[in-house]
């Protein structure tokens, strides 16, 4: 059965900023409830009484998906609040650049901590519910750079080709009445390169991001997309660049 957007109940992580709150932000507008997860939950807060105020229905939920436990009470609160669960986003990710010879070592299990267990996290939360309910959608935000090697990227690319054979392998076990998307976007004004270290590989990027990024808005547009479909089509990956963008 194809249910409209307006129906649907869609849980995001890492809303707090960027894709994920622009996201949230256009899907409640489209009319779906959307439940909010991030570990700022003051930002959520705020971001949630926004879209009230605009006539949205949204829940703000503290998550780490780094936490298995966080993130199965992340989708707990989501079918507790809403009744089902339509759609998941892992949108949570962080991108600490960094050349291998610099051994950033603690950087690197972090970004496999959120970027790829943080998706698993939530594919093991949410999965089971939408087998129940034989009807549901797990969106996953890779990159560009899960599809492209560029020096000093090595570690981040890793995680995002990751994300992108997760999600093949989802699409194929998952069964009929189960979608798998994939969101792959090139530079994007956010706060995502703001936790670079200082040094050569923030400037590198932030010298990039100065000649070409697109708003967070221009993603949430894909995943309104992707989920506005109907039930029998699988839009399986969108990669989305800046027109711009001469790099990777
Ligand atoms: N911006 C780009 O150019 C770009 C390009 C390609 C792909 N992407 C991908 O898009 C996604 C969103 O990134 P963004 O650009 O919107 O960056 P952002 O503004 O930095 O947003 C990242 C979000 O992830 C959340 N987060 C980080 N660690 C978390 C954790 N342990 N548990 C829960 N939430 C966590 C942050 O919230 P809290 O800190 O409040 O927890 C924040 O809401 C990421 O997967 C990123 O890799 C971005």
Known sequence: MTRSIGDKVVAITGASSGIGEATARRLAQSGAKVVLGARRTDRLDRIVSEIKAAGGDAVACTLDVTQRSSVYAFVEAAVATFGRLDVFINNAGVMLVSPLGEFKVDEWDQMFDVNVKGVLNGI??????????????????????????????????????????????LRQEAGPGIRCTVISPGAVQTELSSHIAAGAAKDAVDAMYATAALSPDAIAQAVVYAVSQSADVDVNEILIRPTAQNFF
Do not use: W
Request: charged content about 15%; aromatic content about 6%.
């Open 124 to 169: 093991a939360a949410a999965l089971p519910v939408m087998q129940r309910q034989e009807d549901g959608h797990i969106i996953n935000l890779s990159s560009v750079a899960g599809h492209k090697v560029a020096p000093g990227f090595t570690v981040y690319c890793g995680t995002k080709f990751a994300v992108g054979a997760i999600s093949e392998g």
